[in-house]
């Protein structure tokens, strides 16, 4: 099975499908993975909010919810499969407060979805120290 990355758009704000595409399958091609299926899908503020109330327990919404359904490694071969919840509007309200940009913001978010499904966690200071180093680097990676 190839790497696929699909793309679905749900919120308000127009999203770049080929970037996301982009970014998500850099940095899975990055940690290895060749195989397998992301989706990535862009949704409104009151619905990130279900789904981070009904699967995290947490009434609130959220910029990033990442769901891994399948991860397997043959050799040297590993395939993933994952789900990724990105809400556009906090990206577009989180690019203003920051100065970013939404693009920047959309693609950090993709970044930060991905790299949960491949299993790093934010949970404690050294994993979140840890997540942003990467995040940085291949945000940085990916605007060259």
């Known amino acids: 099975m190839p790497l696929r990355i699909r793309v679905n758009n749900l919120g308000r704000r127009k999203i770049n499908n080929k970037l996301v595409r982009r970014a998500a399958s850099f940095i899975l091609r990055k940690r290895g993975v060749k195989n397998g299926i992301i989706d990535i899908t862009f949704v409104q503020d009151d619905r990130i909010k279900e789904l981070n109330a009904g699967y995290m327990g947490r009434k609130w919404p959220t910029d990033v919810l990442s769901f891994l359904l399948e991860r397997k490694k043959r050799g040297n071969e590993k395939r993933i499969i994952g789900d990724i919840y990105i ?58």
């Open 87 to 144: 809400s556009s509007e906090m990206a577009y309200l989180n690019a203003k407060r920051f100065n970013t940009g939404f693009r920047d913001e959309i693609v950090l978010y993709v970044i930060h979805g991905v790299l949960h499904v491949l299993g790093f966690g934010d949970k404690t200071a050294k994993e979140k120290k840890k997540i942003r180093l990467l995040e940085n680097k291949y945000l940085g990676e990916i605007k060259k």
